[in-house]
Structures are given as structure tokens and as C-alpha cells.
């Protein structure tokens, strides 16, 4: 059994052409591009991967961090951080026999982990002995990263306590 291609109104058998393959490839091509151009616009219009904006900086600086963390343990401090969805943020410091630790100076920042565009500077202020607090406006549901920095009273010099932590708010 054999197929043949219907014929032309004119009575001439259907062929493929160089041209009919020329423009099938076109085709064929045009929309990988388009289909690539799209998936790249949004890929560059979203998250941009970059997580330190000077790695290398950041890396010079690794064992001074490293330092730092060895000298907030052994304070032996301990810390309850709340955060409530109307955006109050409450840390409690206590020293390692249980006293308030007093009179710093707490700043920082509270964000979405994948964008920069959330991001909201943070400065707690001492609101009962060894409490630090504040209102920063109402948060909405999901994950959101805090990182906060103590210094002693006047703010200055090198912070002597720091926390980094992951929060999920939940509706």
C-alpha cells in the first residue's frame, strides 16, 4: 500500500520543497528563542543569586567571625527571641547565672530570605531590664530571616552579641 500526497488543485502532486523546510526550521527555531527569551527575562527579573555582595571581603574576614562566635558562647548567654505577624519583636538576653543583661544598644534588620526588597532595618530599645523591643509594622505570613547585633551602651565598637535565625510566621 502506498501513500501519495494529495494532489494540487492544478493536478500536481504535493512535494516537499527546500523552502518548506527552510521555513519549518525557521519555525521550529523561532520558538525555542522565544520560549528561552521569556524563561530568561523572568529568571533575571526574579532572584538574582547573589547572596554577599563581597564574598571575597567576607571571606578575608571568615576567622574573625569565627572568633567573635567563640566569644559570644562563652558569655554564656541566653537569648528567646518572638516575633508576632503585627510585626513586635521582642529579645530577651539573659547572662549565664540568669541575670538581665542590661544597657546595649540592639540594631539590625529583618527580611525575606530571597529578596532584598522586604527588608527592614530594626533598632530595639530596652524596654524592661534586659528586654529589648520594638514594633516594626505588620508582617505577612511565611518565612522571614532576622539578624540583630548588640554593642554595649554607646553602640560603638565591636558587637558582642549576635543572632542570625530563620522565623515562619504562620496565618
Known amino acids: 500500500m502506498t501513500s501519495k500526497a494529495a494532489p494540487r488543485p492544478d493536478g500536481a502532486p504535493r512535494t516537499l520543497t ?14 525555542i528563542f522565544t520560549v528561552n527569551g521569556i524563561f530568561l527575562t ?52 539573659a547572662d549565664a547565672d540568669g541575670r538581665p543583661v542590661r544597657s546595649l544598644v540592639v540594631k539590625g534588620g529583618i527580611g525575606r530570605p530571597s529578596t532584598s ?24 505570613e511565611g518565612t522571614w530571616l532576622i539578624f540583630l547585633e548588640a554593642r554595649p551602651d554607646k553602640g560603638e565598637g565591636e558587637a558582642v552579641y549576635r543572632l542570625r535565625r530563620r522565623v515562619w510566621l504562620k496565618p
Open 18 to 31: 527546500g523552502r518548506h523546510v527552510l521555513l519549518m526550521m525557521l519555525a521550529f527555531f523561532g520558538v
Open 117 to 140: 526588597r522586604l527588608d527592614r532595618a530594626v533598632a530595639l530599645t530596652e524596654t524592661a531590664p534586659g528586654t529589648y523591643s520594638m514594633d516594626a509594622g505588620k508582617l505577612d
Open 42 to 93: 523572568k529568571a533575571i527579573g526574579t532572584y538574582t543569586g547573589v547572596v554577599s555582595v563581597e564574598p571575597y571581603v567576607k571571606g578575608l574576614k571568615y576567622n574573625d567571625r569565627i572568633e567573635a562566635g567563640e566569644r559570644q558562647a562563652a558569655l554564656g548567654w541566653s537569648e528567646r527571641l518572638d516575633i508576632s505577624r503585627e510585626g513586635r519583636i521582642a529579645l530577651v538576653l
